[in-house]
C-alpha cells in the first residue's frame, strides 16, 4: 500500500498560514480534530508544521499569550516529506528513525497534498494484520457446512 492509497479518499487538505496566531491554530486542531497541520506559504508550499505539542512545550509552558504569538513562531521546519507513490513500510521507517510523528506528503505536479500521521498508519497496520489473522483462521480452521 502506498501513500497515495492512505489520502485518496481525503476531501481537504489542512493548513494554516505563518501569521496565524498559536490561539487560532489551537482552535484550528481543536474544531477539525488534528493533532498537527501544516502551515505554508502563499503559493500554498510548505514552510513547517504546528502540533499540539508545539502549542504546549512552546507557548502554554512558556506562559506565553498564545493570542501574540504565530505559528511561524513555534513551527517545526526540519520537515520530512513522503511522495504519493512511497510506501507505506518506508513511512514508518522515516517516523521511528527521526522520531516523529507526522510526515508531509507532496507531488511534484499537485504541490502539497496533507499530513500522514502514525496513527494513519497504525489504523492500516492494524487492519491488515486482521485481515491475515482471519485468513489465516479460516485456512487453519475451515467451516464445514
Known amino acids: 500500500m502506498t501513500v497515495e492509497d492512505l489520502i485518496r479518499s481525503r476531501q481537504e487538505v489542512f493548513f494554516i498560514t505563518p501569521e496565524c496566531t498559536v490561539l487560532d491554530a489551537a482552535r484550528y486542531l481543536r474544531d477539525r480534530q488534528l493533532r498537527a497541520v501544516a ?21 502554554a509552558a512558556e506562559n506565553k499569550c498564545p493570542a501574540w504569538v504565530r505559528a511561524s513562531e513555534i513551527m517545526s521546519t526540519d520537515l ?30 499537485a504541490g502539497f497534498r496533507g499530513l500522514i500521521s502514525a496513527k494513519d498508519l497504525l489504523k492500516v497496520i492494524a487492519h491488515e494484520s486482521q485481515q491475515r489473522a482471519e485468513n489465516l483462521e479460516s485456512y487453519m480452521f475451515p467451516r464445514w457446512a
Open 80 to 109: 520530512s516529506t513522503v511522495k504519493l507513490q512511497t510506501p507505506l513500510e518506508e513511512c514508518l521507517r522515516v517516523m521511528e528513525g527521526r522520531g516523529i510523528f507526522h510526515l508531509l506528503v507532496v507531488d511534484e505536479r
Open 39 to 59: 502551515v505554508c506559504d502563499e503559493q500554498g508550499r510548505p514552510m513547517g508544521i504546528v502540533s499540539q505539542s508545539d502549542i504546549s512545550a512552546k507557548v
